[in-house]
């Protein structure tokens, strides 16, 4: 969807190294989830952010909305092969007539070679 | 143990055969969601329902119809009019967000990969 822009597409990152991925939105984001996904399986919820300048961590992933909320990155820290999978955002917008929508991103490939 | 159960995992069809794929859950989510997959896109949402016998269309509904007349229950059927069927579906529920409250996140099943040759 062009209303949400998920970068970058695929990434290759060796064990032990740091990595962020972004989501942005072209609308005021309401919330901002994130999911991750095994090829071929369904999505496993992360976290979800909804404050402009909130801040959550799990494990070593850490995913934040900025203050305009517009944007939101996850980071992960001293990735490890547990990590590899697919990260997807979802993005959710309320239309003017009230209407909540959750758009998703075409998703991170990530992918941790040792 | 609760959680979103689909089946099957895997599903053939001839081309203009319709297809029912299950979704089931035992959350007690008033809402639950069909999206489809397809390789380098994401999401997209086929149909929503907030309460039994009642449901909504979503951004790519032609082709597709379903039924939601238990809580638990949200099956999905593909029919022959849809013309690019062959796609991984993902069923969800979620908490129904009352007024002014906090949004709550979807709980999503492993999928059922649907091939209609």
């Known amino acids: 969807s062009q209303e949400l822009e998920q970068s970058p597409q695929s990434l290759i990152v060796q064990e032990g190294k740091n990595l962020t991925i972004n989501c942005t939105s072209s609308?005021?984001?309401?919330?901002l989830y994130w999911y991750k996904q095994k090829y071929g399986e369904g999505l496993i919820f992360l976290m979800m952010l909804q404050k402009g300048g909130e801040e959550k961590s799990h494990e070593k992933i850490t995913a934040k909305l900025d203050e305009k909320k517009q944007q939101s990155s996850l980071h992960i820290t001293a990735s490890q092969p547990s990590h590899a999978g697919i990260y997807l955002c979802?993005?959710?917008?309320?239309?003017?007539?009230?209407?909540?929508?959750?758009?998703f991103g075409t998703g991170t490939r990530l992918t941790i070679i040792p | 143990d609760g959680g979103i159960t689909q089946s099957p995992k895997y599903l053939f069809r001839k081309e203009g055969q319709n297809v029912t794929l299950s979704c089931e859950q035992n959350l007690n989510h008033d809402a639950m969601y069909w999206y489809r997959q397809d390789p380098g896109q994401g999401l997209r949402l086929i149909y929503y329902s907030q309460i039994v016998n009642d449901f909504q269309k979503g951004d790519i509904a032609e082709g597709y119809s379903v039924s939601r007349e238990k809580k638990e229950s949200f099956p999905l059927t593909v029919t022959s009019a849809q013309k690019n069927p062959t796609a991984f579906y993902l069923c969800?529920?979620?908490?129904?967000?009352?007024?002014?409250?906090?949004?709550?996140?979807?709980?999503f099943g492993p999928g059922t990969r649907l091939t209609v040759t």
């Open positions: 969800a529920s979620s908490i129904v967000r009352s007024t002014g409250g906090s949004f709550y996140e979807q709980y």
């Open positions: 979802g993005a959710l917008h309320i239309s003017n007539f009230g209407n909540e929508k959750l758009t």
């Open positions: 609308k005021t984001l309401y919330g």
